[in-house]
């Protein structure tokens, strides 16, 4: 009896560990039995297509003129306050005129002086020449020596030089008195042209520096309103794209629902940091200033926030897909190979293989989805243009971006989001 229990509990424990391992092979085979991957899809289309390059930057005047003062002292007369509009030759500010006055009137005495010495060495001069004119007739005659000849004609050419030299005075004199009087009407400043005071940055009584001794002080800005532009910073891979005339649109922060167009009137030739040192050139992307004429009239204010949208170039009626459909796939190129001359010898040099990613769309077929390589265009910001690869029509799956960008391969299976819906 004790061997037939024997033998039956062996069957026993054989049977369940026969049943244990075919249900862990047929779980092994439920697990590895693959899922479909949720994704929506577009169809290809044609459309236009028009890329942008976006930048930001600030609204300003197309004519803004800084004013500084061409002398130093106090200003004594500001007759004009921010925001105010003046007319060309309007009076903006007086600088107190007492000492370039002094200094005008010395340098009229100094004038008035050196005529006087011209005079005076004029006379000396038509003495010494008639002296000399006698002295030389007396001395053809045989009437005095060849000494008295001599210091005769060295008295008149000193004469001459002393006059030369007086009219040279006179000049400097003169150059003198220009100067004072120039430095004089430098203490009134006026409207150099008709426009706006947007900024003040003086007032009465205080003292300025002229920029002949220095960078000078910036009194106030004027600027004509009437016509402003956009002064934006694009990048140097961006830059060569855009040309003069391009078209523009732009979006003004103060205005939130409005856009505004624009057309590219000034590219900079250099950066805005080519004059910085090496350190600073290395800390901060390079930069180009674009400038676009603005065409509406808006109540713009110097200093505004604007993004531009540069309309760099366009196509009509091509073939487009969804900007998230194109995605890249690595490539193994093999075409490096070189083998044994045997199948059982190892080759002479290892298989070299070098991945290479290419642009990819993947195209749903019923329920999977093929992989195909395809060659792009321009793309604004919702769609991309479609050189090669695609056909008018074809399904191309459009998201979701984990699908396109990891989940999907070739020959995968998929499950459309509407239909997975559906099914719960």
Same mark, same amino acid.
């Given at each position: 009896?004790?061997?037939?229990?024997?033998? *039956?509990?062996?069957?026993?424990?054989?049977?369940?560990?026969?049943?244990?391992?075919?249900?862990?092979?047929?779980?092994?085979?439920?697990?590895?039995?693959?899922?479909?991957?949720?994704?929506?899809?577009?169809?290809?289309?044609?459309?236009?297509?028009?890329?942008?390059?976006?930048?930001?930057?600030?609204?300003?005047?197309?004519?803004?003129?800084?004013? $500084?003062?061409? &002398?130093?002292?106090?200003?004594?007369?500001?007759?004009?306050?921010?925001?105010?509009?003046?007319?060309?030759?309007?009076?903006?500010?007086?600088?107190?005129?007492?000492?370039? &006055?002094?200094?005008? $009137?010395?340098?009229?005495?100094?004038?008035?002086?050196?005529?006087?010495?011209?005079?005076? =060495? !004029? +006379?000396?001069?038509?003495?010494?020449?008639?002296?000399?004119? *006698?002295?030389?007739?007396?001395?053809?005659?045989?009437?005095?020596?060849?000494?008295?000849?001599?210091?005769?004609?060295?008295?008149?050419?000193?004469?001459?030089?002393?006059?030369?030299?007086?009219?040279?005075?006179?000049?400097?004199?003169?150059?003198?008195?220009? #100067?004072?009087?120039?430095?004089?009407?430098?203490?009134?400043?006026?409207?150099?042209?008709?426009?706006?005071?947007? #900024?003040?940055?003086?007032?009465?009584?205080?003292?300025?520096?002229?920029?002949?001794?220095?960078?000078?002080?910036?009194?106030?800005?004027?600027?004509?309103?009437?016509?402003?532009?956009?002064?934006?910073?694009?990048? /140097?891979?961006?830059?060569?794209?855009?040309?003069?005339?391009?078209?523009?649109?732009? %979006?003004?922060?103060?205005?939130?629902?409005?856009?505004?167009?624009?057309?590219?009137?000034?590219?900079?030739?250099?950066?805005?940091?080519?004059?910085?040192?090496?350190?600073? #050139?290395? !800390?901060? +992307?390079?930069?180009? !200033?674009?400038?676009? *004429?603005?065409?509406?009239? %808006?109540?713009?204010?110097?200093?505004? =926030?604007?993004?531009?949208?540069?309309?760099?170039?366009?196509?009509?009626?091509?073939?487009?897909?969804?900007?998230?459909?194109?995605?890249?796939?690595?490539?193994?190129?093999?075409?490096?190979?070189?083998?044994?001359?045997?199948?059982?010898?190892?080759?002479?040099?290892?298989?070299?293989?070098?991945?290479?990613?290419?642009?990819?769309?993947?195209?749903? %077929?019923?329920?999977?989805?093929? #992989?195909?390589?395809?060659? *792009?265009?321009?793309?604004?910001?919702?769609?991309?243009?479609?050189?090669?690869?695609?056909?008018?029509? !074809?399904?191309?799956?459009?998201?979701?971006?984990?699908?396109?960008?990891?989940?999907?391969?070739?020959?995968?299976?998929?499950?459309? /989001?509407?239909?997975?819906?559906?099914?719960?």
């Amino acid at each position: 009896m004790a061997k037939k229990s024997s033998k *039956r509990k062996f069957l026993i424990i054989f049977l369940i560990a026969a049943a244990a391992a075919g249900g862990g092979y047929a779980w092994k085979k439920h697990s590895e039995r693959e899922l479909p991957v949720k994704i929506e899809t577009e169809k290809v289309a044609k459309r236009d297509i028009t890329e942008s390059v976006v930048a930001t930057g600030n609204i300003q005047p197309v004519t803004r003129v800084v004013i $500084n003062p061409e &002398v130093a002292g106090e200003i004594v007369e500001l007759p004009v306050k921010e925001g105010q509009k003046v007319k060309e030759g309007d009076l903006l500010l007086k600088i107190r005129p007492d000492n370039y &006055v002094a200094s005008r $009137n010395l340098a009229e005495a100094s004038y008035n002086s050196s005529l006087a010495n011209l005079k005076l =060495s !004029q +006379a000396n001069l038509e003495k010494a020449e008639a002296d000399f004119k *006698r002295t030389e007739a007396m001395y053809g005659d045989k009437l005095i020596s060849e000494a008295e000849f001599l210091s005769g004609r060295n008295a008149f050419q000193v004469a001459s030089a002393s006059a030369e030299s007086a009219q040279h005075g006179v000049e400097q004199a003169k150059a003198a008195l220009d #100067q004072a009087d120039e430095d004089l009407a430098k203490t009134t400043i006026v409207a150099p042209i008709d426009g706006t005071i947007t #900024q003040l940055r003086s007032e009465k009584g205080e003292r300025v520096v002229g920029t002949s001794l220095m960078a000078g002080t910036e009194i106030m800005t004027v600027a004509q309103l009437e016509t402003m532009e956009a002064r934006v910073e694009v990048g /140097e891979i961006d830059v060569v794209s855009i040309k003069l005339g391009q078209k523009a649109r732009l %979006e003004a922060d103060a205005f939130r629902d409005e856009e505004f167009t624009g057309e590219v009137t000034e590219i900079a030739n250099a950066s805005n940091n080519s004059g910085a040192g090496a350190a600073a #050139q290395t !800390q901060s +992307a390079t930069k180009f !200033q674009v400038k676009i *004429r603005v065409t509406e009239k %808006e109540a713009f204010r110097p200093g505004m =926030s604007v993004t531009a949208y540069i309309e760099t170039r366009s196509v009509k009626d091509v073939l487009t897909v969804p900007l998230q459909s194109v995605t890249t796939r690595a490539k193994v190129d093999e075409t490096d190979k070189e083998n044994g001359n045997g199948d059982d010898e190892a080759p002479a040099k290892k298989k070299k293989e070098r991945k290479k990613a290419e642009e990819v769309v993947f195209v749903r %077929e019923g329920d999977h989805v093929k #992989q195909v390589p395809v060659e *792009r265009g321009i793309s604004d910001d919702d769609y991309v243009e479609i050189k090669s690869g695609l056909e008018l029509g !074809q399904e191309v799956v459009s998201g979701s971006y984990r699908a396109i960008n990891r989940d999907l391969k070739d020959n995968g299976l998929v499950e459309l /989001e509407s239909e997975a819906a559906e099914d719960d």
